[in-house]
Structures are given as structure tokens and as C-alpha cells.
């Protein structure tokens, strides 16, 4: 018979340090970004001719926002500024970058990328108000 050769303790322990190592990674973990669902507001009230209406919202996270007129009036075909900016500092309006004229609508007449942060939409008279009017607006944002 053969004899068997003998394992000692200490290379059992080398053996299964070695084996434990191996599986280890020092890379740190890889997290997933959470996904986030666009959010629908409604923004409504009133304004006279040479007036405005500005709201501020927040973009929870980097994405687009879609801004739509959706009622004015009356009358139902009246033609206002709509923009898209940033709140002032001073709490006294919103500092706007991108205008449009815009009359109500089912398609977003201001869509626009963002970072995370606090911006605000404001309605205005381009001059061409008679009467005090009503208005809905959606922001769809991030």
C-alpha cells in the first residue's frame, strides 16, 4: 500500500484564505440611478391686459419640461407670451430664457432640458388684451 501524504492544518488554512481572497473585489458597489416619473401639475388663474401670472415649480431630477397652454379666455383664441425661466433671487419675478407666443392648445408650445433645481413659468400680455382673461397651464416635469 501507498502511504497517503499528509495535510497539515496550516495548509488547510492557507488553502481557504487563498479561496476567500479570491472572491473578494475592492470595487466599490454599482448602484442603479432610480428612475423617476414625469410629474403632471396644473397651473390656472387670471390676469388683466399689461398684466402677468408666474408660478415657480421644481424639477426633481435632470430630464425635459414640457410646458402647454391648454385654455385661455375668453376669448378662446387670445394669444399671450408663455415662457419658461428661473425665479429671481429677490422673490420679485421670473427671470425668463425662453418665450413664446402661444394661444391654447393640446401639444406643449415649451419644451426644454433641465437640471434638478427651481425654475418658474410665467403667462403674459403681448398687447393684445382687451378684457381680463382666465388660463390653464400643465407642466410636465422631471
Do not use: H, K, W
Not at 458597489?29 to 414625469?38: A, C, D, E, L, Q
Not at 410646458?67 to 378662446?76: A, D, F, K, R, V
Not at 425661466?85 to 432640458?113: E, F
Amino acid at each position: 500500500m501507498t502511504p497517503r501524504p499528509r495535510v497539515g492544518p496550516r495548509l488547510i488554512v492557507s488553502v481557504v484564505a487563498a479561496l476567500a481572497l479570491a472572491g473578494c473585489d475592492d470595487a466599490a458597489p454599482t448602484t442603479s440611478p432610480t428612475p423617476t416619473s414625469p410629474v403632471t401639475e396644473t397651473f390656472s388663474g387670471q390676469f388683466t391686459p399689461g398684466g402677468s401670472a408666474a408660478r415657480a415649480f421644481t424639477a426633481a431630477a435632470a430630464g425635459t419640461v414640457s410646458i402647454t397652454l391648454t385654455q385661455i379666455g375668453p376669448p378662446s383664441d387670445a394669444a399671450v407670451g408663455l415662457g419658461i425661466g428661473i425665479p429671481q433671487s429677490n422673490g420679485s419675478g421670473c427671470l425668463l430664457t425662453q418665450t413664446v407666443a402661444a394661444s391654447a392648445s393640446t401639444a406643449p408650445q415649451i419644451t426644454a432640458a433641465v437640471d434638478a433645481g427651481t425654475y418658474c413659468v410665467r403667462l403674459y400680455d403681448t398687447g393684445s388684451l382687451v378684457t381680463q382673461v382666465a388660463f390653464i397651464v400643465t407642466i410636465v416635469r422631471p
